[in-house]
């Protein structure tokens, strides 16, 4: 008899845990490389997507950017982030004010909006928005859908899953996230203008000179490239652990749970890599009264 049948048949509960704690890493190594794969397959099947199912990337496309049913009455997805984005920037010109007021500086409020909104909260905001509403829908209609075995009846049809079901929402994401960001851009500039000319009294003209003194065109063009990586990265992520789900209703919620904390992270992460890569060195920026 083995060492570790003796083990097992004089300790099976020091074993069996000793088992699942040991194979933790390797099941998470598992699963990283089963998420790389399908990252890689849903990507590469993006031309066939968009040449063979025109009519489901188009549907998509309506679905993500104005939203279905109820949903649509408020506008979908771009009312959302709007609305989201219009609060956050709201709060960062509160903060700014006060916390810039408490050193005498309140006339660089201007510069706090334009620097912080545009290169931090917008994409973060509008990231955290898209996981909570357009990736978490994602995630639990494609995992009804492979619970209900209809992955498995379109595959024996002969429709390619992945390219169906997770490519389209790719090019989807793509193409909304374009006219969805504007959306966020426009009210992360207007909120804090709004808030600190009119709440807080300060001069329009002088906030008008700082803003548009530290707004550069090259911080709003890598904003939308870093918000458009933040969203394909979500829709990556939602669509796999849909795709992937399992156990019947409870592991699709289960599946959701885990796509969103996936996603949250992923968020920050992308939003701290991109300012260190373009402002980590030279911030791009020189503050004087």
């Known amino acids: ?43 590469g099947q993006i031309g066939s997507a968009v040449r063979r ?23 979908g997805t771009i009312a959302i982030v709007g609305f989201v984005t219009l609060s956050g920037s709201s709060l960062v010109a509160i903060q700014g004010f006060s916390s810039l007021g408490n050193i005498g500086v309140e ?9 912080v909104n545009v290169r931090i909260a917008a994409p ?16 639990a209609e494609l995992g009804a859908m492979r619970i209900s075995e209809e992955i498995d009846a379109l595959e024996v049809m ?14 989807a994401a793509i ?19 709004v808030v600190t000319t009119v709440l807080y009294g300060q001069s329009s003209g002088t906030y008008n000179h700082y803003f548009r003194t530290f707004l550069r065109p090259d911080d709003v063009f890598w904003s939308f490239v870093v918000a458009a990586v933040i969203a394909v990265i979500v829709m ?33 992460v992308v939003a701290m890599a991109a300012s260190l890569a373009l402002y980590g060195v030279d911030p791009n920026f020189n503050l004087t009264v």
């Open 53 to 75: 199912y025109r009519a489901e990337t188009v549907r998509l496309i309506a679905q993500i950017g104005m939203g279905t049913g109820a949903l649509a009455v408020v506008g």
């Open 107 to 115: 006339v660089f409020t201007g510069f706090f909006a334009a620097l």
């Open 1 to 43: 008899m083995s060492n570790t049948a003796v083990l097992s048949a004089r300790y099976p509960r020091a074993v069996s845990r000793f088992d699942r704690y040991a194979g933790a890493p390797a099941r998470a190594l598992d699963a990283f490389g089963q998420m790389v794969w399908f990252t890689v397959v849903s990507v």
């Open 158 to 171: 002969g429709i390619k899953s992945v390219a169906f079901l997770a490519s389209t929402r790719i090019v």
């Open 236 to 268: 990556i992520t939602h669509c796999y652990y849909g795709y992937t789900a399992a156990g019947g209703p409870v592991g699709v919620g289960e599946a959701v749970g885990r796509s969103m904390r996936f996603s949250l992270v992923a968020v920050v």
């Open 124 to 139: 973060v905001v509008t990231g955290i928005a898209l996981a909570a509403t357009v990736g978490a829908g994602a995630t």
């Open 175 to 193: 193409v909304v996230i374009v006219p969805v960001y504007g959306v966020a851009m426009v009210t992360a500039f207007l909120s804090p203008q």
